[in-house]
């Protein structure tokens, strides 16, 4: 529990990131919360129900696109478009995890990467001319709360942070909750959780589905973030990027997951400096960080189940 | 803040000192006048992102060597983007927050437009050779492209292809950049306006390297000319395994296939090669350009890496040409100086720039690829030969 | 007719670069169960080394084939020591760590060896000299093949039969595949198994070595990022013929050169790789383990 206070703390702490740093540095923090929500999620796929997800970029794209779509054609607000761009990530995920689950492991791993590059593809060749193709779809408008513009990018900030925070919370409670066990049951051993009435089928699905859903609210606010989407933005690289992250960071483990999304992330940021040897030197630590800490930097503690 | 009482002290000393490192200095009106390269550094375009920064870089010691601006110094501040929407984000407010008066780039279209709505607000000038007419809807007063948009070229190329060499059946090649698919787009629409026969058009996977598929395809549809609206990488290569399956077909490229690298890739294949775009510096009737490009391979041992390199060099030059002129690094009188221009001798030809910030008058031409691997002006006909 | 051919003619070259490639792919996982992310860049950086060695030998003049022969020998050796160096560095110190940690390594060796290209090489597009090889070409049937594509598509099938020979009919090779299928075991019998993986990490960069420099050669065309490209190719043709498997990556990577050809021949270009990775899923579901993968119970 103290763990959880002290995660309390730096959250609310947080909140006050847009007075202490100049607005690139908070623009830096906003997509630190955006790719923390993407990297939990894939954490769900990933580190907890233990299936090899490596085009979880699909899912954050389709949440992008929908707001974007519904945003610039149809005027619907930002955030009532969240919950569509939740569901239709999460109906996606379920769709396409359950012909996936009959895979094994890499066979697996290599479907996803499959449907990332479907997805690519598919939002460039503009499909009933909605995507807007390679150039994407631009003039995303500014979410409003309570008659309020949140247009700064501290306001925005804000929006991502609370999210984060939100998101935090559920994946808190997902450890204590039945869902949460069963996936915990499932990764050690399928076949002695199957014994235990655990229906592996359905709570990987779901685990999908949760994932992916959590996937496309990082998406909208990503949308809202650039004001523009573009098929370049979810590339199979980013899925490799999510990976990695929950692999640094440490499967299953919440302060692990946002300690490598702001290694993956917000480290390349501070060594701007190294200039075109950054990401030579970036290859280098990633090597060395696995090697002298296999788990992962912050492993998930191990609970008595 | 008093909200934020109950943090504890050691996570608001970080803060705070994160808080000052990161401070940006105090901006000073007698200091440097400082510019921003937004460009990819590394990634897939490190070689044009790179191209860009070295061609600013030079431009700003040459002027630095003259004394500079104004009695003050140049200092470009270079920011990575990868050319990825959400790096090209980070850099622009980064740029912003280093008091930068202009920024040159980003290169692809989609940093560029990630980054436009940023440096509109903070009014800073951005020049960049992204050419979707997505970077236009918005009518920012800030932005000003310095490479010649799709539309104009297109136009020149529809003509060249249906009036000028009277090509009876049209292949056309794009890959899927969000640049490729425009140009080749408006070029489809051109040939169609102009009663010109369109057979075909196809897309390749930029980078994949294996276009014999998709061409031995288009070669059973018997075209007598095929026109590729992607990069010089690829093209050289289409045309090299174009030879090779035995088609008949002339090659005309867009303007991204202007590179030495076209012609050395392409080997034997290259000559005859058509590939239309804005007059080469060595082509131009004034001098600077020809010496700009002979001073940056001095410099850095190797030509530029494309066209885009010196339209971005002319997006810097005619940023330093406004602050001297108007004698003011305030905004408002630059852009109003860039949109008032009536012509600018470019590095790639004379250009002005309209209301919303697009090149206007720009001359396309043809070049023909010679035997040597030089280019040759084609169409229009040289006047002096 | 003259189409189709020539359509299985561009098939079978891109496939048999693939297929070289995946070998390195499917013997690697093959024996310590790890998708090497790194081969890819591997086998382009081996293209570059042959470039060097071919640039530098001609010293201004014309390579003619003796310096090709170099530049394979060079290039080859260079990229075994290479990709032994990488499996002690990078992956044995995980051996036993969870599989999962040795391929974000193997990433972050994939992002170091791409930069590292660039910092050494450069950005730009890198040319091979032209006419190393007779510009001779055959015309069968309306279709076109160069001696360059006859020289990848035979040398590609001499390798692989010989690596199948190897493997099957050495003791060394016997070895290999006791490692393989269970690595324990295998040392009880007293097979040194930390040789063996070295090996498999000679072999495997060795044979893409050769498939980059074929892809120098036949494109005449380097840059630093290709390798993630081919690598994600030959990785999904292996994955394709079952992985860790030999006869099925060959299989994989002429499969996935001919799909290329023949989605983007006769069926969509604009879609050609939703194509191709559409039948690669449709695949897999109907063969879960790929077309000659073993129906076994994973090792986790």
């Known amino acids: 529990m103290r763990r959880a206070k002290l995660g309390t703390l730096i959250w609310a702490a947080g909140l006050a990131l847009p007075f202490a740093l100049d607005s690139s540095w908070v623009s830096v923090a906003a997509f630190f919360a955006i790719y923390a929500i993407t990297a939990l999620s894939e954490d769900i796929i990933l580190g907890r129900a233990g299936i090899f997800d490596m085009g979880h970029a699909v899912y954050f794209g389709i949440g992008a696109y929908v707001t974007a779509i519904l945003n610039t054609t149809l005027n619907i607000p930002i955030l009532l478009t969240i919950p569509v761009a939740m569901l239709v990530a999460a109906g996606v995920g379920a769709l396409l995890s359950a012909p996936l689950i009959r895979l094994r492991g890499d066979y697996l791993l290599v479907a996803t990467i499959g449907f990332n590059a479907i997805f690519v593809l598919a939002m460039q060749n503009n499909p009933g001319g909605i995507t807007g193709g390679s150039d994407g779809i631009t003039g995303i408008g500014v979410p409003t709360l309570f008659g309020l513009q949140l247009e700064s990018q501290s306001s925005m900030f804000w929006l991502d942070w609370v999210a984060l925070g939100a998101v935090l919370l559920l994946m808190h409670n997902l450890d204590g909750c039945e869902f949460g066990r069963a996936l915990r049951y499932l990764k050690q051993d399928e076949l002695a959780a199957s014994t235990l009435g655990v229906d592996a089928r359905k709570v990987k699905?779901?685990?999908?589905?949760?994932?992916?859903?959590?996937?496309?609210?990082?998406?909208?606010?990503?949308?809202?973030?650039?004001?523009?989407?573009?098929?370049?933005?979810?590339?199979?690289?980013?899925?490799?990027?999510?990976?990695?992250?929950?692999?640094?960071?440490?499967?299953?483990?919440?302060?692990?997951?946002?300690?490598?999304?702001?290694?993956?992330?917000?480290?390349?940021?501070?060594?701007?400096?190294?200039?075109?040897?950054?990401?030579?030197?970036?290859?280098?630590?990633?090597?060395?960080?696995?090697?002298?800490?296999?788990?992962?930097?912050?492993?998930?503690?191990?609970?008595?189940? | 803040m008093k909200k934020h009482q109950e943090c504890s002290k050691i996570v608001l000393a970080v803060c705070a000192t994160l808080g000052m490192a990161l401070a940006p200095s105090a901006y000073a009106a007698s200091g440097p006048i400082k510019i921003?390269?937004?460009?990819?550094?590394?990634?897939?375009?490190?070689?044009?992102?790179?191209?860009?920064?070295?061609?600013?870089?030079?431009?700003?010691?040459?002027?630095?060597?003259?004394?500079?601006?104004?009695?003050?110094?140049?200092?470009?501040?270079?920011?990575?983007?990868?050319?990825?929407?959400?790096?090209?984000?980070?850099?622009?407010?980064?740029?912003?927050?280093?008091?930068?008066?202009?920024?040159?780039?980003?290169?692809?279209?989609?940093?560029?437009?990630?980054?436009?709505?940023?440096?509109?607000?903070?009014?800073?000038?951005?020049?960049?050779?992204?050419?979707?007419?997505?970077?236009?809807?918005?009518?920012?007063?800030?932005?000003?492209?310095?490479?010649?948009?799709?539309?104009?070229?297109?136009?020149?190329?529809?003509?060249?292809?249906?009036?000028?060499?009277?090509?009876?059946?049209?292949?056309?090649?794009?890959?899927?950049?969000?640049?490729?698919?425009?140009?080749?787009?408006?070029?489809?629409?051109?040939?169609?306006?102009?009663?010109?026969?369109?057979?075909?058009?196809?897309?390749?996977?930029?980078?994949?390297?294996?276009?014999?598929?998709?061409?031995?395809?288009?070669?059973?549809?018997?075209?007598?000319?095929?026109?590729?609206?992607?990069?010089?990488?690829?093209?050289?290569?289409?045309?090299?395994?174009?030879?090779?399956?035995?088609?008949?077909?002339?090659?005309?490229?867009?303007?991204?296939?202007?590179?030495?690298?076209?012609?050395?890739?392409?080997?034997?294949?290259?000559?005859?090669?058509?590939?239309?775009?804005?007059?080469?510096?060595?082509?131009?009737?004034?001098?600077?350009?020809?010496?700009?490009v002979a001073t940056y391979k001095a410099k850095y041992g190797a030509l530029p890496p494309s066209v885009f390199t010196l339209t971005n060099a002319d997006g810097m030059r005619a940023v330093m040409q406004a602050i001297a002129a108007t004698k003011s690094v305030k905004p408002a009188k630059l852009e109003a100086y860039l949109h008032s221009m009536k012509s600018f001798q470019g590095l790639t030809g004379t250009f002005a720039w309209s209301a919303k910030g697009e090149r206007t008058g720009s001359p396309f031409v043809a070049f023909a690829v010679q035997k040597d691997g030089s280019y040759k002006i084609r169409y229009p006909a040289p006047k002096n030969d | 007719?003259?189409?189709?051919?020539?359509?299985?003619?561009?098939?079978?070259?891109?496939?048999?670069?693939?297929?070289?490639?995946?070998?390195?792919?499917?013997?690697?996982?093959?024996?310590?169960?790890?998708?090497?992310?790194?081969?890819?860049?591997?086998?382009?950086?081996?293209?570059?080394?042959?470039?060097?060695?071919?640039?530098?030998?001609?010293?201004?003049?014309?390579?003619?084939?003796?310096?090709?022969?170099?530049?394979?020998?060079?290039?080859?050796?260079?990229?075994?020591?290479?990709?032994?160096?990488?499996?002690?560095?990078?992956?044995?110190?995980?051996?036993?760590?969870?599989?999962?940690?040795?391929?974000?390594?193997?990433?972050?060796?994939?992002?170091?060896?791409?930069?590292?290209i660039m910092l050494v090489w450069g950005p730009q597009v890198h040319v091979f000299p032209s006419n190393l090889l007779p510009a001779t070409t055959w015309h069968l049937a309306g279709a076109t093949i160069s001696f360059v594509q006859v020289m990848i598509i035979l040398a590609s099938l001499v390798l692989m039969i010989a690596l199948y020979l190897f493997v099957n009919h050495t003791r060394f090779g016997t070895a290999i595949r006791a490692a393989a299928i269970d690595q324990d075991a295998a040392r009880l019998m007293g097979i040194n198994v930390n040789r063996v993986i070295a090996s498999v990490f000679i072999i495997g960069p060795a044979l893409g070595a050769i498939g980059g420099l074929f892809i120098g050669i036949y494109y005449r065309e380097a840059y630093f990022t290709m390798g993630w490209t081919y690598g994600l190719y030959a990785f999904i043709a292996a994955i394709l013929g079952g992985i860790g498997n030999i006869p099925g990556a060959m299989l994989g990577g002429v499969l996935l050169g001919l799909f290329n050809a023949f989605a983007a021949g006769y069926v969509s270009s604009s879609w050609q790789d939703a194509i191709t990775f559409g039948l690669l899923i449709v695949i897999l579901l109907v063969r879960p383990t790929g077309l000659l993968g073993e129906r076994v119970a994973e090792k986790v």
């Open chain 1, 205 to 305: 699905t779901l685990a999908f589905a949760l994932g992916a859903g959590l996937a496309g609210l990082a998406g909208t606010l990503f949308a809202v973030q650039l004001s523009t989407v573009s098929p370049s933005s979810f590339l199979f690289t980013e899925s490799v990027t999510l990976f990695a992250i929950v692999i640094v960071g440490g499967q299953g483990s919440i302060p692990g997951v946002l300690f490598g999304t702001a290694l993956m992330f917000v480290v390349p940021q501070i060594f701007r400096g190294l200039a075109e040897y950054r990401y030579f030197v970036f290859g280098i630590a990633m090597i060395a960080v696995m090697v002298l800490r296999p788990q992962g930097l912050l492993p998930r503690k191990r609970i008595a189940t």
């Open chain 2, 36 to 292: 921003g390269v937004q460009a990819p550094i590394t990634g897939t375009y490190a070689d044009e992102g790179q191209g860009i920064e070295r061609a600013v870089k030079l431009l700003a010691a040459m002027q630095n060597a003259k004394g500079g601006l104004l009695g003050r110094k140049i200092e470009i501040k270079v920011c990575d983007d990868q050319g990825q929407a959400a790096q090209a984000a980070i850099c622009a407010r980064q740029l912003v927050n280093d008091h930068v008066v202009a920024v040159i780039g980003s290169y692809t279209s989609g940093a560029a437009l990630a980054a436009e709505p940023i440096y509109a607000r903070a009014n800073v000038i951005q020049t960049s050779d992204g050419t979707s007419n997505e970077l236009l809807k918005r009518g920012y007063k800030t932005w000003f492209g310095n490479a010649a948009p799709n539309s104009a070229e297109a136009k020149f190329t529809a003509h060249y292809l249906v009036d000028v060499r009277h090509f009876k059946k049209i292949a056309v090649l794009t890959d899927h950049s969000s640049f490729a698919t425009g140009l080749a787009g408006a070029v489809v629409r051109d040939i169609k306006a102009d009663h010109g026969n369109v057979v075909d058009k196809s897309f390749i996977n930029a980078g994949s390297q294996n276009f014999s598929p998709v061409l031995t395809k288009l070669k059973s549809m018997h075209p007598d000319v095929l026109y590729f609206s992607g990069y010089y990488s690829d093209g050289g290569l289409i045309r090299a395994q174009m030879v090779q399956l035995g088609m008949k077909a002339a090659f005309v490229g867009g303007d991204a296939n202007q590179n030495v690298a076209f012609a050395k890739i392409a080997g034997s294949a290259a000559a005859g090669s058509i590939i239309v775009n804005v007059p080469a510096p060595a082509d131009l009737p004034y001098p600077v350009a020809k010496q700009f």
């Open chain 3, 1 to 116: 007719m003259g189409t189709f051919i020539q359509q299985l003619i561009n098939g079978l070259t891109v496939g048999g670069i693939f297929a070289l490639i995946a070998l390195g792919y499917t013997m690697v996982y093959g024996v310590m169960r790890l998708i090497n992310f790194a081969h890819g860049d591997l086998c382009i950086l081996g293209a570059f080394i042959g470039l060097t060695t071919l640039t530098s030998a001609a010293g201004g003049g014309h390579p003619g084939a003796g310096l090709l022969l170099l530049a394979f020998v060079v290039s080859v050796i260079v990229i075994a020591v290479a990709g032994v160096a990488l499996e002690r560095i990078a992956y044995r110190p995980l051996r036993k760590a969870d599989r999962l940690a040795a391929v974000v390594s193997a990433l972050g060796a994939s992002m170091m060896i791409e930069n590292g």
